[in-house]
């Protein structure tokens, strides 16, 4: 028993940032997220802001994408969209954020 409670104690003393996942794992995670949402949000010339995760309670990565839409007129004109991700259920949704601006210009 004293061993497990010792084993317990030890795991909990590992710094946290030992258990996240490597860097290279959250680039990779971040450029999926980048990808899905500038596919869901049907823009032309789609480019995603910097990715954002939520902590693990809510589990989801948001961004800004900006690109090219046409209005019903036929004239393109930039747009941005805000895009949430599920990596859990893969599910990405995207919705337009008139007046936000993204910092890519």
């Given at each position: 028993?004293s061993?497990?409670i010792l084993?317990?104690?030890?795991?909990?003393?590992i710094?946290s940032?030992?258990?996240a996942s490597?860097p290279s794992?959250?680039?990779?995670?971040?450029a999926d997220?980048?990808r899905?949402?500038?596919?869901a949000?049907?823009?032309?010339q789609?480019?995603?802001?910097?990715?954002?995760?939520?902590?693990d309670?809510?589990?989801?990565?948001v961004?800004?994408?900006t690109?090219?839409?046409?209005?019903?007129?036929g004239?393109?004109v930039?747009?941005?969209m805000?895009c949430?991700?599920?990596?859990?259920?893969?599910?990405t949704?995207?919705a337009?954020?008139?007046g936000w601006?993204?910092?890519?210009?």
């Amino acid at each position: 028993m004293s061993r497990k409670i010792l084993m317990a104690a030890t795991v909990l003393m590992i710094p946290s940032a030992a258990l996240a996942s490597s860097p290279s794992a959250w680039d990779a995670l971040n450029a999926d997220v980048a990808r899905r949402c500038a596919a869901a949000s049907k823009l032309e010339q789609a480019r995603s802001g910097q990715v954002i995760g939520f902590d693990d309670t809510l589990g989801k990565f948001v961004t800004l994408v900006t690109g090219k839409g046409r209005l019903a007129t036929g004239k393109k004109v930039t747009i941005s969209m805000l895009c949430v991700h599920d990596p859990q259920s893969g599910r990405t949704w995207v919705a337009e954020a008139q007046g936000w601006k993204s910092p890519l210009g």
